[in-house]
């Protein structure tokens, strides 16, 4: 069988509902296979909704998400996540402690959870997540929920595109994700204070209030919702913001608008993505570069003449 | 005069020493102009070494690289910075208060220092701040000193493609950064302990130690030096264990390693530039990518359209 009609194959067993098929389209997506260009265009179900959750290490992201699936199964919907391991760019490890609370779930066929990490190259996370969110949307899943820590330009990229962001925060923020709270702040439509059993939520959330009072005025205002999400407390009530927040993009028209720039991002994306594995696989870019390599060549001017030499001919 | 002539002449202004024209590049290469291609490929002098400093906000890091730059003017080296603000993705704000320190050498025309701010776009800096790297280098600089908050994956790419990495922490740097910690560890040539006449800084030496034994043993194991930077303490000792790793580099053979990577990372970055441009200037490109946007093409198929269109021909 070729790469193209496995691909193919693939792709019908997870329209027909296999898990197996899904898991192992994704990990051809991380290894940037080419699996997108196969999907079909007439898909005729509603989009997935996709949920964005963010926040510090240790903020309860993964338990937040597992009652979250837990809420959304007892309305019988089908829930993909995909939780990003902050790894080290180098070591290539990842944490996955966390996610092993997620595996209450692993037996519900209408539940799939997925880690994704970041395996050295820069920005190949910011490739293959999208990707895989397409691909989620495309197997019919009623809501798919990225889960992230929210640091670095990538993470919150990634986050960003969600149709409803739930930024996760402690009592007693403060100081740990001091340099990124005016990032949160901008990301935010939903935000989380769990662990709310603890002290200082009241000052919590007044410190929120008065950086959304601080900041530009949006239509949409983010919520506050508290939770103990460990002991299952307020989630029904995260649950009800994400629908109200919904309720608003909907009618407000952002719904269609944030669903028509994610298509262009991924046809943009592609683009490059193929483009790249074009010219780096042409014949005369091995040899310009070992003349970069022994410093016979400026590298822009170096990559000025492999170009000129692609694209001259056309 | 048109663009190229401009750049040319800016270029002869820059060799020629002024700074005026460097900061006018600077700025065309953070608008995406192409600069490097019209750099001469016969550059004489030996190249700049590449210092990076990162750390968590507030660890001092901007202190310790103003305290540097006095230590390498007292050797009578040129010295140019590059601060890159951490802003967020969405406001464009940059954080500029840390600098005013720095202004000190405001009036010394051996010392060029210059913000880089994160503008929208994802991975505007990791194309950029290489770029401004490269060109500082051919300005015939002794040193160029990066700095960075280490944060997110596209800052510590950045920062770990320079030859000698330092890491600034505090003493009982422990909670804010402790996600990073391990990202940190493998980036660091010379751990800096800022602030050492603060509580803590033996635990602190015993705990790094102790990451270093536990890491897999490399051929450079990182000093750990306590500063003061504040009150110019230990600096000269940062300087010390800076020049030992340059010799530690240049008798492994690293160093030229190091440069003929940066050198091939810059030619395939500037590569991969120069065709998402075309393509994107491309009169097909805009009526697909309409068709997308319309929900008529599947995004991955679209693209997979227009580079063929693009490419077919060649």
């Known amino acids: 069988m070729s790469g193209k009609e496995m691909i193919l194959e693939l792709l019908s067993q997870m329209q027909g509902g296999s898990r197996t098929a899904l898991a192992r389209l994704i990990s051809l997506i991380e290894r940037e296979e080419e699996v997108l260009a196969y999907l079909p265009s007439d898909i005729s179900h509603e989009p997935s909704y996709l949920l964005g959750v963010t926040g510090a290490p240790g903020a309860g992201k993964s338990t937040l998400t597992d009652r979250l699936i837990e809420f959304y199964r007892g309305c019988d919907e089908e829930i993909a996540v995909l939780a990003?391991?902050?790894?080290?760019?180098?070591?290539?490890?990842?944490?996955?402690?966390?996610?092993?609370?997620?595996?209450?779930?692993?037996?519900?066929?209408?539940?799939?959870?997925?880690?994704?990490?970041?395996?050295?190259?820069?920005?190949?996370?910011?490739?293959?997540?999208?990707?895989?969110?397409?691909?989620?949307?495309?197997?019919?899943?009623?809501?798919?929920?990225?889960?992230?820590?929210?640091?670095?330009?990538?993470?919150?990229?990634?986050?960003?595109?969600?149709?409803?962001?739930?930024?996760?925060?402690?009592?007693?923020?403060?100081?740990?994700?001091?340099?990124?709270?005016?990032?949160?702040?901008?990301?935010?439509?939903?935000?989380?204070?769990?662990?709310?059993?603890?002290?200082?939520?009241?000052?919590?959330?007044?410190?929120?209030?008065?950086?959304?009072?601080?900041?530009?005025?949006?239509?949409?205002?983010?919520?506050?919702?508290?939770?103990?999400?460990?002991?299952?407390?307020?989630?029904?009530r995260v649950a009800e913001a994400v629908l109200e927040h919904k309720g608003y993009l909907w009618s407000s028209g952002e719904l269609a608008l944030k669903r028509r720039r994610r298509a262009i991002e991924e046809f943009e994306r592609s683009t490059k993505r193929l483009l790249e594995r074009y010219i780096m696989k042409h014949e005369s870019f091995s040899v310009i570069k070992e003349r970069v390599a022994h410093g016979d060549l400026e590298p822009a001017q170096a990559a000025k003449m492999i170009v000129d030499e692609v694209l001259g001919s056309s």
């Not at 100081?175 to 939520?201: M, P, T, Y």
């Open 84 to 236: 990003i391991d902050p790894t080290s760019p180098f070591s290539g490890g990842a944490i996955l402690g966390d996610r092993v609370r997620m595996q209450s779930h692993a037996l519900d066929p209408k539940v799939f959870i997925r880690s994704m990490a970041t395996r050295g190259s820069l920005g190949g996370l910011s490739v293959a997540v999208p990707a895989a969110v397409r691909l989620l949307d495309s197997a019919g899943f009623d809501k798919v929920i990225v889960e992230t820590v929210g640091v670095g330009q990538v993470e919150v990229d990634i986050v960003s595109s969600a149709d409803t962001t739930l930024v996760v925060v402690n009592p007693l923020w403060g100081d740990s994700i001091q340099a990124n709270k005016a990032g949160l702040l901008e990301i935010a439509d939903v935000f989380v204070i769990n662990k709310a059993d603890r002290e200082g939520v009241r000052q919590t959330r007044k410190d929120l209030e008065g950086m959304l009072d601080l900041s530009e005025p949006k239509p949409w205002r983010p919520k506050i919702i508290e939770t103990v999400a460990l002991d299952n407390k307020g989630v029904d």
